[in-house]
């Protein structure tokens, strides 16, 4: 139900995993944009993945959870320079995934066509999402 208190972790623990391995890619995508400087759209992965935290009345606890597990599985598995970079790619992207989830749930209660202002990576200090 929608106001279940259990994290989406324990309550659906297969989709909660096929969210991980598709956060964890998106992970991947930005620390290699980042490294060498390619072109890539994580943006998009990031909307897809928050659409589905959406439908399924993921929390931002549950976005949080999602982003530390990932985090944590990974960082062993790596140098600390690469796990540091990780850590801070990471803030990066949970929060664009936050935000987007934020959009995805104000389109749903307003029934609006709201627009996603999630805060992409690539806008300066300076630019303001049109209102």
Do not use: C, W
């Not at 930005?30 to 060498?36: M, T, W």
């Not at 998009?44 to 597990?69: C, F, K, M």
């Not at 929060?95 to 934020?102: A, I």
């Amino acid at each position: 139900t929608t106001l279940d208190p259990l994290p989406l972790r324990e309550r659906l623990p297969e989709t909660f995993d096929k969210l991980a391995q598709h956060y964890h890619q998106v992970l991947e995508l930005a620390l290699q944009q980042r490294s060498y400087k390619i072109e890539t759209n994580i943006s998009d992965e990031l909307r897809n993945i928050s659409e589905q935290l959406g439908l399924l009345y993921a929390r931002p606890r549950d976005v949080v959870d999602l982003h530390s597990i990932t985090l944590r599985n990974k960082i062993h598995q790596v140098t600390t320079t690469r796990a540091q970079a990780y850590l801070e790619e990471g803030r990066l992207t949970v929060l664009e995934l936050m935000g987007y989830l934020v959009s995805f749930y104000r389109r749903y209660y307003t029934g609006a066509e709201a627009q996603d202002d999630a805060g992409d990576p690539s806008r300066t200090n300076g630019e303001q999402p049109n209102a």
